[in-house]
């Protein structure tokens, strides 16, 4: 697995840390990632669209005639 190291504010790292019950950062920002994308799975799953998918057109511009 690929590994990306990140800078992160230390009192942050540490109220991520508070919240999520977790002994170090790295497992904090992990549960915290996971959580977020799980988040966003459901909210597609039950909306039958991405929450960003407005950025995504598949309408493609007419070709101006005149």
């Given at each position: 697995?690929?590994?990306?190291?990140?800078?992160?504010?230390?009192?942050?790292?540490?109220?991520?840390?508070?919240?999520?019950?977790?002994?170090?950062?790295?497992?904090?920002?992990?549960?915290?990632?996971?959580?977020?994308?799980?988040?966003?799975?459901?909210?597609?799953?039950?909306?039958?669209?991405?929450?960003d998918g407005h950025r995504?057109?598949?309408?493609?511009?007419?070709?101006?005639?005149?």
């Amino acid at each position: 697995m690929a590994q990306v190291t990140i800078t992160l504010d230390a009192n942050l790292a540490i109220d991520a840390m508070l919240l999520s019950g977790t002994k170090n950062p790295q497992e904090a920002v992990e549960l915290v990632v996971r959580d977020y994308l799980a988040r966003g799975r459901r909210t597609e799953t039950r909306t039958g669209d991405a929450p960003d998918g407005h950025r995504v057109s598949t309408d493609r511009p007419t070709a101006q005639e005149g």
